[in-house]
C-alpha cells in the first residue's frame, strides 16, 4: 500500500498506545487520517471495486491486539447502508467522490428520529461516530453516476463486532456482524 499508509498505521498505533481517553485517540486519528487522505495513489486498486449489488467493506489492516481496524468502503453509484449502529468509536474520511450521512437519535420510546440534517462529506472531509458522540446512521454515495471511496477507521476490529441494524418503519432491531469483502484478485 506504499509509505504514506505505512505511516499512517505507525500513527494510529502509537496515539492508541499513548492516549488514555477515546477523545484523546479520535484526536490523533483524525490528524493521520486527515494526512493519509491528502495523499493520492497509495490505495490498492484491488481495494477500489465496488460491488454488485452491494457496496464493499475491504479489510486494509486490523491492529494485531483488535485495538483498530482500517477498511476502505467502496459505494457503487447510488449505494447505501441500512440505518445501523457501530457500539465503538469510528472515523470515515472521504477518499474520493462523497457520502451523505444521515444521522438518528433513540427516543425513549425506541423509535428513531433523524438527528439534524443530512451531510455532505466531500473529498478529505472526515466524520466521527462513537456512542458518546453519536452512533446512529446511514450512508450513501451522493453520486449517482459515480464511484465514491472512503476510509475507515474503528475502535475494534469491526468485522468481527455485534452491531445493530434498525428498521425505521417497524422499529425492529437485529443484531450483525459486518465480516469483509475479498477483493476479486484474492478470491
Known amino acids: 500500500m506504499g509509505n504514506a499508509f505505512e505511516r499512517f498505521i505507525v500513527s494510529l498505533t502509537e496515539a492508541v498506545e499513548k492516549a488514555n481517553t477515546e477523545s484523546a485517540v479520535?484526536?490523533?486519528?483524525?490528524?493521520?487520517?486527515?494526512?493519509?487522505?491528502?495523499?493520492?495513489?497509495?490505495?490498492?486498486p484491488i481495494f477500489q471495486e465496488p460491488g454488485d449489488p452491494y457496496y464493499r467493506q475491504?479489510?486494509?489492516?486490523?491492529?494485531?491486539?483488535?485495538?483498530?481496524?482500517?477498511?476502505?468502503?467502496?459505494?457503487?453509484p447510488g449505494q447505501s447502508t441500512p440505518v445501523h449502529d457501530h457500539t465503538v468509536w469510528g472515523l470515515v474520511g472521504v477518499?474520493?467522490?462523497?457520502?451523505?450521512?444521515?444521522?438518528?437519535?433513540r427516543l425513549a420510546s425506541?423509535?428513531?428520529?433523524?438527528?439534524?440534517?443530512?451531510?455532505?462529506?466531500?473529498?478529505?472531509?472526515?466524520?466521527?461516530?462513537?456512542?458518546s458522540v453519536g452512533d446512529i446512521h446511514t450512508v450513501r454515495n451522493a453520486h449517482d453516476?459515480?464511484?465514491?471511496i472512503?476510509?475507515?477507521?474503528?475502535?475494534?476490529?469491526?468485522g468481527k463486532v455485534e452491531r445493530h441494524v434498525f428498521d425505521l418503519k417497524t422499529g425492529a432491531v437485529k443484531p450483525f456482524v459486518?465480516?469483509?469483502?475479498?477483493?476479486?484478485?484474492?478470491?
Open 26 to 44: 479520535v484526536d490523533e486519528a483524525r490528524e493521520a487520517l486527515a494526512k493519509l487522505l491528502a495523499e493520492r495513489d497509495w490505495l490498492d
Open 58 to 76: 475491504y479489510l486494509l489492516y486490523r491492529d494485531p491486539l483488535d485495538r483498530f481496524s482500517v477498511q476502505s468502503f467502496v459505494w457503487g
Open 95 to 105: 477518499y474520493q467522490g462523497a457520502e451523505k450521512c444521515q444521522r438518528y437519535r
Open 110 to 131: 425506541g423509535e428513531l428520529v433523524p438527528h439534524g440534517d443530512e451531510q455532505i462529506l466531500a473529498v478529505g472531509q472526515i466524520d466521527h461516530v462513537s456512542p
Open 145 to 148: 453516476d459515480r464511484v465514491s
Open 150 to 158: 472512503s476510509i475507515h477507521v474503528y475502535g475494534a476490529d469491526i
Open 178 to 187: 459486518s465480516g469483509y469483502s475479498t477483493p476479486r484478485a484474492l478470491s
